[in-house]
């Protein structure tokens, strides 16, 4: 078990529904000395790569993707909820969907920060349906950069979003993969991975 | 000239509306080398104060608490906008109106992460009239909290929010005092601060 998965055993909170609380450490209060391992194996996994930039989503991805980029060395970019329907030509638009809230969201990033060839790092806290995922996916798409890699904390094994990236040939990392959860008993099991 | 007024010279652009863009360092790319060296002076500033946590509020301030968090050693709590219009007794509540969408959103942070007596460093990326961390300090207000300080990247100063905080007693720390600018001549002149 990684330190990550020792963590979310330890103080993650299973609810009804498949719901997995960290915000204890993860995604509310950030245990910051947490994100600085994390940022460690982000880069343990994808040091090897060339990176240009991190991409990540508003919110809870910007602090791990902040700290991660310390060990990179590179900038961090976010994709910005859209405050207002004005959208102009100086940003690339893309449109994310909250299981949690019902609702689609349009997300932006300004074309100033993308360019045709850059090699992006995907970072972000969470992935269930992998929605906000192939957000910034599209957005890397309409940009002409490259997807290095997704980096993800913690992966609900049990809905489909890591499997679909795997099969379309993202080179996907999730530090903890929930393989499953069981809000009677609190246990969580994860998948196993290589050390 | 300190290094985040030299970026800001740099970097910075300056539009009609005393609007000032540093999008392409602080707020939208983020500079996680900078943020280090944000990091640096904010504990240079804040470092001799006894503090338990960071608060910061969604979302250009979550990376530089974060970064900052890690010279601190201690954990960040962001203040998130609510989503929906339940809020449960959980959660402490206020406001935070945007003069840039004159809009009130209301934020919201969880009562099991803010404890009476407990020593709160507030940090923020910009400060303008003071809505944020009026908003901020009123949340710590509830939970009973003690704002030790409040720590800014770039303060308008030609705005009120700064001043008031000053009068109200507040220790405030802004690393970059902006006096005055000017869309046409793209001059930015800041406010002389001692060493």
């Given at each position: 078990m990684n330190f990550l998965e020792q963590r979310i055993k330890e103080?993650?909170?299973?609810?009804p529904g498949n719901v997995?609380?960290?915000?204890?450490?993860?995604?509310?209060?950030m245990d910051v000395s947490l994100y600085k391992e994390m940022g460690n194996e982000f880069f343990r996994r994808f040091?090897?790569?060339?990176?240009d930039k991190i991409l990540t989503i508003e919110a809870s991805g910007i602090g791990i993707?902040?700290?991660?980029?310390?060990?990179f060395g590179?900038?961090?970019?976010?994709?910005?909820?859209?405050?207002?329907?004005?959208?102009d030509e100086s940003l690339f638009v893309s449109e994310v969907f909250s299981y949690t809230h019902h609702i689609t969201n349009r997300v932006v990033v300004s074309k100033k920060y993308l360019?045709?060839?850059?090699?992006?790092?995907?970072?972000?806290?969470?992935?269930?349906?992998?929605?906000?995922?192939h957000c910034m996916l599209d957005l890397l798409k309409q940009a002409q950069c490259i997807p290095v890699g997704?980096?993800?904390?913690?992966?609900?094994?049990?809905?489909?979003?890591?499997?679909?990236?795997?099969k379309e040939g993202y080179?996907?990392?999730?530090?903890?993969?929930?393989?499953?959860?069981?809000?009677?008993?609190?246990?969580?099991?994860?998948?196993?991975q290589e050390a």
């Open positions: 103080d993650g909170r299973v609810y997995l609380s960290v915000d204890s450490f993860l995604n509310h209060q040091g090897h790569e060339k990176i993707a902040c700290v991660a980029a310390i060990n590179v900038p961090v970019l976010f994709a910005k909820k859209a405050k207002t329907s004005n959208i360019h045709p060839g850059e090699r992006i790092l995907i970072i972000d806290d969470f992935l269930a349906n992998g929605s906000a995922v997704i980096g993800i904390a913690v992966e609900k094994g049990f809905q489909p979003g890591g499997e679909n990236l795997r080179h996907l990392e999730s530090l903890a993969i929930i393989e499953s959860m069981n809000a009677d008993t609190g246990e969580i099991i994860f998948r196993a």
